[in-house]
């Protein structure tokens, strides 16, 4: 039986941000410490949420009281990587002190550029995980450009509409034809199943997939269409060539909210369905079917995936998807249009938080995603600049993240390197470290979370008291800060006085006068979400033209107008399969695949192979495959899969690098080349050879 219900906010690397009602239960009587968790539910009361949580979060309790989870700080005595026997504990003020003292010496060593503070998306919330930056920038650390997930699809989206904003996802459920393109939101967004749901319920909606593979949300679709990975860009324009071609386009709406729609229309001349078919692997009648279910349907609605975000060519894929709805001036109607993501719609100001104040852009920006050749001293990325000798890493775990992982272990491995890794779990990164911290979760801090799949602001308040020793990530920056000297007014607050100066600053309401629930909806008036009021670039225009300049250095190697673009690693006869690194549903990144109903529902690391393919292996379920390529190679379980093309291959994870044969993961083949025109991590973007192991 709960003791009570409270209310919280999903932290995960998710656009859900889902709300939570959090059970608390009194702890077993042998047990110390305070209350322990019960069921968490989505929050009925938070209309996108609707009362709807994925199965991992749910069952939280696992996460939170698992017997492994960090209890007090750690320093290494023995060999890096070996886990928690090669560390002994020491005290919070001992701990602190290494890790200042260190960094100190590499400063004094090498210049503070040596120094890298290295993050990501563990936690979602503005302050516990963006507070790392004010450290950063206040001791002029080398800065992290942020490449491993959106850059590439954050690159797409706003060459055309501008901004990173679309229309609100529950105007799905008003929708006459939901596109789920490049996403598998039934196991890594299930609050978009929610609401197409509704539309499919109400409205007989049509709900139309378009994935590499038949995913769970493929499934469930009216249609599912299965191009080669990297191809949509083709896809999108032979599409826009039949609305041009059979009548679908809409003059008016183009020539008021578009910048150059004959120019589009000469462009995708050549675009034909025939055209595409040879690049995507798509029959012509197919592409034919789906441009006209969409331009026959002005309630349509484009759910766009972080697919896009993989692929050398990502940005310009998702460039030429994004035109669609400006063809068709489905923008316009109640439940058309499209969102990728929401999380530039509420105008947060990050001075505080980040120290932005102290930012100097003069100094080095070393690309997350490229964290294996920067260790191992690549000069394309370190320049003149000094090699990274000391890593201070929160909310990431990049021995299993990062692409070229036999790379990133090889930096790791270094004897010159001091590295800090503050964490909740003893993971591979934590292992190689020489000081180890433990976290808190997001149920015993405070924080304040955006959503990307809705326009809820919402405050996830501390509802149980921190595990043993552990400290939330706020509480360490400023620890380390204070032994540092760094100087920041962020340094002297206390989370909720940075959360509510921070919403003072952005002209929201503060903590006291949040809404009841802690949550605040940011949806704007209809034009405004629409983008009747125009879109947000210069001329107000949708911009069918592309200006690639503006967004990135490799601007030159991306037309102007949408279309197919040829950079990915499409293969040779030594390679001729596409492999897919794509997310499971029980795990999220590497988060939970550590607790035990999500490995037992993930089984082990497979690879699905078309059975064709598999029959030619001489193959059957089960049996073991080796998948390689330049990088190296690895083995994992076969398992025969219809629902896509026969070049296709995928490896649904993450799994830890342990679960392999040979100790390395899926990243050991996947590539560090950045992603056109501003970077970007390729995850699916890999070709690879099969044999049987
Ligand atoms: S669906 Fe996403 S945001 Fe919602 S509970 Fe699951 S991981 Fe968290």
Known sequence: MPLDIVSSVCPHDCPSACALDVERAEPAPAEAGGRRLGRIRGAEAQDYTLGVVCAKVARYAERQHHRERLAQPLRRIGEKGTGLGAFKPISWDDALDEVAEALTRATQRHGSETVWPYYYAGTMGLVQRDGINRLRHAMRYSREDLTICNALS????????????????????????????????????????????????????????????????????????????????????????????????????????????????????????????????????????????????????????????????GAAQLFAVSCLPAVTGAWAH??????????????????????????????????????????????????????????????????????????????????????????????????????????????????????????????????????????????????????????????????????????????????????EGGRLDCCPPFATGHFLDGFPQADRKFHFRADWRAIGPAYARLPAFPDHVAAIDDGDPERPFRLVAAPSRSFLNTSFNNTPSSIAREGRPTALLHPEVLGELRLGDGDRVRLGNRQGSLVVHARGFPGMQKRVVIVEGLWPNHAFEEGIGINLLTSADPGLPRGGAVFHDTSVWLRPA
């Open 154 to 313: 954050d690159a797409g989206w706003c060459a055309g509409v501008g901004a990173k904003r679309g229309v609100d996802g529950r105007e799905i459920k008003k929708s006459d034809l939901i596109v789920v393109w490049g996403g598998n939101p039934v196991s890594t967004q299930v609050n978009v199943m929610t609401h197409i749901a509704a539309a499919r319920r109400e409205r007989g909606a049509k709900l139309v997939v378009i994935d590499p593979y038949r995913t769970a949300t493929a499934e469930r679709a009216d249609l599912h269409l299965a191009p080669l990975p990297g191809t949509d860009g083709a896809l999108a324009c032979a599409v826009m060539h039949v609305l041009f071609k059979e009548g679908y386009a809409d003059g008016a709406y183009m020539a008021c909210y578009t910048d150059d729609p004959a120019g589009l229309e000469a462009h995708l001349a050549t675009r034909t369905p025939a055209w595409a078919a040879a690049i995507t692997g798509l029959a012509e009648d197919a592409i034919e079917g789906f441009a006209r279910l969409y331009g026959a349907t002005k309630r349509s609605y484009i759910r766009v995936g972080y697919g896009f975000s993989r692929s050398r060519n």
């Open 334 to 515: 109640e439940g058309g249009g499209a969102l990728y993501s929401n999380l530039g719609l509420v105008d947060i100001d990050h001075t505080l938080i980040e120290g932005l104040d102290r930012l100097d852009p003069s100094i080095r920006m070393l690309d997350q995603s490229r964290i294996g050749p920067v260790l191992t001293g690549d000069l394309r990325d370190l320049g003149d600049g000094p090699p990274v000798t000391a890593l201070f890493v929160q909310n990431t775990n990049p021995l299993v993240v990062a692409p070229e992982s036999r790379l990133v272990h090889r930096g790791f491995a270094r004897s010159d390197l001091f590295v800090c890794v503050h964490e909740q779990f003893m993971t591979e990164t934590a292992a190689m470290a020489d000081i180890v911290l433990p976290a808190t979760t997001f149920l015993e801090h405070d924080d304040v979370y955006l959503g990307g799949a809705h326009t809820w602001l919402q405050l996830g308040r501390a509802v149980l008291p921190p595990y043993a020793e552990c400290r939330s990530n706020h509480d360490v920056i400023n620890g380390v800060a204070g032994r540092l000297g760094a100087q920041h007014p962020g340094f002297a607050m206390n989370a909720v006085e940075l959360i509510d100066r921070t919403l003072r600053l952005s002209s929201l309401p503060g903590v006291e006068n949040f809404p």
